[in-house]
């Protein structure tokens, strides 16, 4: 059975042909494309922060994961088949390096040292909250946009158009990529208040009190 759009064909690798693989690989050349030399611009200006032992500490941290990160991109290219053994832990790392540099700079906004103890959940919903007032801004104007879960709703996307991987419709692949977060969300949010369904004042609830930014990748990714 081909999966496959029409004009599309497998890969050559059979352990790449699945669909999943496929999508997920088309949803991260796109976000390549728009991040590439990316920009974040903080609008408000800092003046209560000062160098702390957790400041010190993070900024190490940093720097240490981004070396380690870039060591294993050269032993992959090298040598293929060390993708297959580290692709569980590289994600995982490109996060927490995401990760510690919110916390910078949720630290350099607030001045409170306590901002370092804060959690993921927490760390995102500040940094959306801080996209969504325009106190910081990226370069790239897609990754500016929170959209809600009404509007995601309302979206017509062709099927299979997840696994077009020639000359594909780059504003259909954003919002795929933002309805496949929106799902995240939303098994995030039956899960944690123990919801079998969502239906009628409970699916109304999440949809109007939920927003969804390209940047939320990483954090449900």
């Known amino acids: 059975m081909n999966f496959l759009p029409e004009g599309e064909s497998e890969p050559d690798n059979p352990i790449l042909n699945f669909p999943d693989f496929i999508t997920h690989s088309n949803y991260l050349q796109c976000l390549e494309k728009f991040s590439e030399k990316i920009k974040l611009e903080c609008k408000q200006s800092e ?14 941290l940093i720097s240490l994961t981004r070396d380690n990160l870039v060591q294993e991109f050269k032993i992959v290219r090298s040598f293929h088949e060390y993708s297959i053994i580290c692709s569980s832990w ?15 700079l949720g ?25 969504i007032s325009k106190e910081v801004v990226f370069s790239e104007n897609v990754f500016n946009k929170c959209v809600g879960g009404n509007v995601i709703e309302s979206w017509k996307i062709p099927k299979s158009e997840n696994l077009k991987k020639r000359n594909p419709n780059l504003n259909l692949r954003l919002k795929q990529i933002i309805r496949m977060i929106y799902f995240y969300v939303k098994d995030d949010y039956k899960k944690t208040r123990e919801i079998k369904t969502l239906s009628r004042k409970k699916l109304i609830d999440f949809r109007n009190g939920v927003s969804v930014c390209l940047f939320d990748f990483f954090y449900w990714y």
């Open 47 to 60: 003046n209560k922060a000062i160098v702390t032992r957790d400041l010190q500490s993070k900024l190490k």
């Open 107 to 131: 630290y350099l906004m607030s001045g409170d040292e306590r901002y370092f103890r804060k959690n993921h959940g927490d760390v995102s919903k500040d940094f959306k909250r801080m996209l």
């Open 90 to 104: 590289i994600p995982v790392k490109s996060y927490y390096l995401i990760f510690n540099c919110l916390l910078i």
